[in-house]
């Protein structure tokens, strides 16, 4: 399954990664079980997308909900991102 992680990073420490189906396409996002508070900002729409702790669902994708998917990505990512850059650091 294709994941996006930080060099270095090992196990299940990974930013997210993508499943596709014949149905929908899911997004393991295990950064939103540390950082939850990226997914606050988001439209009920959106949070209706969450399927597990950390798996969101799309069956259907439109502009809208893109535009939310990719707002929420920039938002767990940018914590994601200092708390590596910040390990890396030390």
């Known amino acids: 399954?294709?994941?996006l992680r930080w060099?270095?990073?090992?196990?299940?420490?990974?930013f997210v990664a993508v499943g596709r189906s014949a149905g929908k396409v899911s997004l393991y996002a295990v950064a939103v079980e540390t950082w939850p508070e990226a997914l606050e900002a988001s439209s009920p729409t959106f949070r209706k997308r969450r399927t597990g702790k950390a798996t969101f669902s799309?069956?259907?994708m439109d502009d809208e909900l893109a535009a939310e998917l990719e707002?929420?990505?920039a938002r767990?990512?940018?914590s994601y991102r200092a708390h590596h850059s910040d390990?890396?650091?030390t």
């Open 71 to 73: 707002a929420f990505l």
């Open 7 to 14: 060099p270095g990073s090992g196990g299940h420490d990974y």
């Open 76 to 78: 767990l990512y940018h």
């Open 87 to 89: 390990s890396a650091s």
């Open 1 to 3: 399954m294709p994941s």
């Open 58 to 60: 799309f069956p259907t």
